[in-house]
RNA sequence: GCGGGCGUGGCGGAAUGGCAGACGCGCUGGUCUUAGGAGCCAGUGUCUAGUACGUAAGGGUUCAAGUCCCUUCGCCCGCACCA
């Protein structure tokens, strides 16, 4: 009978959401498994063959822990909040709640035509007033921790989009999304505080089973660092206090670099020699786009403070200070004391600026160039330093620092607080009120939603103002705290916010009165496995373990991580290598190979594709592998016969494919699994027959990859019940290896024969089997033996001379 | 510059320090066929065809190295004037 692949995945598709087949069990006795995968931006574009990699990886997981026995929870919804939709509701004047849902019945459809084993009963979506109403919920805790706040900032504008971005938006100087120009502008934005959760972000990775790049690129965004604050007093009879992570070389420093925003010129103002220079670099400093700051990095610019000098703690020199754009006012104090012997920027500043370069760890050139990498060097220079190293001089320092007053260890971060503002009009409201006398007050939670009104006119006003600062009837309202008129807050949050907690929803999502019932956090907590884009490492999966760390905080979920794996799948590329594209037409459609091909080979194939944390070029003429493949299985129905045991012949075989199948899935290794399979098959084509136990195992071991050819083959085989609700195989250690081994003989590490041996040979008749061949005999004739070693099943190796 | 990773046939890729190239694609020949871009069978790292040489290049450790160590080259990803 021909395989009708159509057919088949249209049955077994109805068959699973009639009956709810995969919906999680309100069972909270069973032990339970959560595999997660990130839901989706439900685009116009529809799904991309990037989805389904990580889609079916996970999918296979829960199938299989299923089949082990596990309740499983896989969910699936939809981040539906975003910029492309509002941009596409303001073009074709359409609300963007109608382009929403229709988005989301092609990407749902998209999803069920690949049978993937989604809870669908536990859909959600952000944009629902029932979900993000625990969004609100969250901000207003954060906000009454004080953890929430509103501070005038330079923010980036895009000049496009006509909107705030957040740091992590704007890449090489330009807008993410739309590539337009980003500049600078003051405005008062809603922040989130969580750099007071830097520390523990650092820290708790350390206990989770993260992949190494995740752990790496987080520590490295956090950018924790240690080091001290010193304060240098000036002529002027104030202090500045700088940062720096190399006490050790306060000797060393020789001038002072502020950053040009720095609070400390305004108060000198009156003293300042040259204010004129000064105010021209400061303005020329601010007009700089974020773009020209990186392309320009190299060249050092600065001008010198005259009239002030700052005086060097340890000696009482008196050293210039400079104020030059290469010292940030975000980081540290926005004020450094500099070393140019030890230090590359400096070393380039002084250069420039003929300032002096005093050596104070021995080891380097600083005629040539600083000397950076000097932790084994020894002090110089350094009065009571001289002669440590320069771990003990840090320790040295610092005490007499603390002592004297001048200074304390201290550590520092790159992280930032997290801009949470947005001035549009898709995104969750922000639950403030602003009323003229009390001041900021959050709407009670008894309001909330506070849902988004509908309105017609979507465009940004162009002056920084969401569009939703327009309705003044719905911006008028009144204040929760004295009754008098007040405004609401017109900014919404930012698209990571109905991200960073959506998996808790999964876990009860119909719940009307909590996040999730404590019975189910408790249960379900935490994922157990999380599959993602490396590109939301430092964003979303670091916002969602911070919003996390603090509803652990306030007593609503019981453990203090979200996932306790994290796992990251690499890009399927284009047929010709590149980043599939619309603009370079080298886009593929799932939706045209599920037509051509089937879903169950789509799944084999996406899977077969190369490592999974690998990205992989799409190749349209390897699909028919996975195709004939699955023709090659559909075709061992007719060589069954009866018989309740393995074929003798391929019994081993058997034990080893289940083996591989169950460790390599836990790995993710789905290609070698894959592999396995196909070799079991290739060996089952070589028999005359095959049992009904091979034909039965095979069937489950191959059903997480493709769940439809597997449950038609069931059923017309009569195996009785369907294959979802049965067990997944198990083999014995015993029987994973053959009676006899054919095993390598090599003499100094060349392979001179081959032998068959028992499997569980002893070492001494291995290599007596070994010595007796001819070609070894040869080998070794009027040799000293000097080494004989047997690797069980593998090889013998004789060293002779 | 800092951090992470990678370099293996024509291609995607396999190899707990133990016979490099599993599995698949492609290709070659055969077979069946009115036909084959279907199926089946056989072959397929390289060459000077030797039990020869081969995992970016060079060196080292080891009975044994794609794998471990050192040096060099090349590529990818993230961050980037973070003091």
């Known amino acids: 009978m021909k395989y009708d692949y159509k057919a088949i995945e249209k049955k077994w598709q109805d068959v699973w959401e009639n009956e709810n087949t995969f919906a999680a069990k309100q069972d909270f006795t069973l032990p339970k498994y959560y595999a997660l995968v990130e839901f989706p931006y439900p685009s116009g574009q529809g799904l991309h063959v990037g989805h389904p990699r990580s889609y079916t990886a996970l999918d296979i997981v ?54 993937l084993s989604f809870d669908w009963t536990r859909e959600i979506n952000t944009t629902d007033p029932s979900y993000y109403k625990w969004s609100q919920w969250i901000f207003l805790q954060l906000y009454k921790k004080g953890l929430a706040y509103k501070k005038e900032m330079s923010v980036n504008w895009c000049t496009s989009c006509k909107v705030v971005l957040a740091n992590e938006e704007v890449v090489g100087g330009v807008c993410e999304r739309c590539g337009g120009e980003v500049v600078h502008k003051v405005k008062s934005q809603w922040m989130l505080k969580i750099t007071a959760y830097a520390d523990r972000l650092v820290d708790d990775l350390d206990d989770l089973d993260f992949i190494d790049r995740v752990v790496a690129q987080q ?39 502020i950053s040009p925003e720095h609070p400390s010129i305004a108060k000198w103002a009156d003293k300042i020699e040259n204010m004129d220079e000064v105010k021209s670099y400061q303005d020329a400093a601010s007009r700089k ?59 380039d ?109 979507f465009e940004p006003s162009g002056d920084g103002e969401s569009p939703l600062a327009r309705h003044t009837e719905w911006v008028n309202t009144t204040c929760p705290c004295c009754g008098g008129a007040a405004k609401r807050e017109t900014d919404t949050m930012p698209q990571w916010a109905g991200s960073s907690w959506y998996f808790l929803r999964y876990m009860d999502p119909h719940n009307e009165n909590a996040i999730a019932s404590k019975e189910a956090l408790e249960y379900w907590s935490p994922v157990d496995w999380y599959n993602g884009g490396m590109e939301h490492t430092t964003l979303h999966l670091l916002y969602s373990r911070f919003w996390h760390k603090f509803l652990y905080d306030i007593g609503v979920v019981p453990t203090k991580e979200p996932y306790a794996k994290r796992t990251s799948h690499g890009m399927i590329l284009g047929e010709n290598g590149e980043k599939m ?70 019994e081993s075989s058997m034990h080893r494919t289940i083996k591989k199948v169950t460790q390599d899935i836990e790995q993710l290794k789905m290609n070698t699994a894959i592999a396995a399979m196909m070799t079991l098959i290739n060996e089952m084509y070589e028999q005359p027959s095959i049992t009904r136990a091979d034909m ?66 002893s070492n001494d008749d291995a290599i007596a089997a070994a010595k007796a061949e001819p070609a070894v005999a040869k080998e070794l004739d009027g040799k000293t033996i000097m080494k004989e070693i047997y690797v069980k099943g593998k090889l013998v190796n004789i060293a002779a001379k």
């Open 696 to 761: 039965r195992t095979l069937l489950v071991l191959l059903n997480p990859f493709a769940p439809h050819i597997t449950e038609e083959m069931w059923q017309q085989l009569g195996f009785g019940g369907q294959l979802a609700h049965t067990k997944w195989p198990v083999y014995d250690e015993a029987k994973c290896v053959d009676a006899t081994v054919e095993i390598a003989v090599q003499v100094n590490g060349r392979v001179r024969a081959k032998i068959n041996v028992a499997a569980d040979v």
């Open 289 to 347: 786009s974020d773009f020209e700051r990186t392309e320009l990095a190299k060249d050092k610019t600065g001008v010198q403070l005259k009239g002030v000098r700052a005086v060097n703690p340890v000696n009482g020199k008196e050293i210039p200070i400079f104020i030059s754009d290469y010292v940030l006012i975000s980081y540290g104090t926005g004020a450094i004391m500099a070393v140019p012997a030890h230090d590359e920027r400096d070393y």
């Open 581 to 650: 594209s619309k603009s370079r037409g080298n886009v593929v459609n799932p939706d045209d190979i599920v037509r051509d091909y089937g879903a169950d080979t789509m799944r084999v194939y996406e899977m077969f594709i190369g490592d999974f944390e690998k990205s992989a070029p799409w190749n349209t003429s390897s699909i028919k592998g996975s195709r004939r493949f699955l023709e090659r299985v559909w075709g061992l129905a007719e060589r069954m016969q009866g018989g309740d045991d393995y074929t003798k012949a391929i």
């Open 219 to 257: 520590k490295n965004w956090i950018g924790r660092s240690h080091g001290a604050e010193v304060k240098f007093t000036t002529t002027l009879g104030d202090e500045l206090l700088i940062y720096t992570t190399r006490p050790d070389t306060l000797f060393g420093a020789t001038y002072m670099v």
């Open 349 to 457: 500043f002084a250069k420039k600026f003929d300032l002096p370069i005093v050596e104070v760890v021995k080891g380097g050139d600083i005629e040539k160039e600083a000397f950076t990498d000097c932790a084994s060097g020894i002090m110089v220079n350094s009065g009571f330093l001289d002669g440590m190293s320069v771990d003990d001089a840090k320790e040295a320092i610092t005490k007499w620092l603390a002592d004297k007053n001048f200074g304390t260890p201290k550590v520092n971060f790159k992280l930032r607080d997290w801009v949470f503002s947005r001035q549009r009009y898709w995104g969750e409201p922000i639950p403030m009120v602003n009323c003229e006398k009390c001041g900021w007050i959050p709407l009670p939670e008894s309001e909330l939603p506070l849902k988004l009104p509908e309105i017609q006119d």
């Open 62 to 115: 829960a199938r299989k822990k299923r089949l082990e026995g596990y309740n499983v929870l896989y969910p699936m919804g939809w981040d539906a909040f975003g910029l492309p939709t509002e941009n596409f509701a303001m073009k074709n004047h359409i609300h963007p709640e109608i382009v929403t849902e229709k988005n989301i019945a092609r990407f749902k459809s998209q999803l069920k035509s690949l049978g």
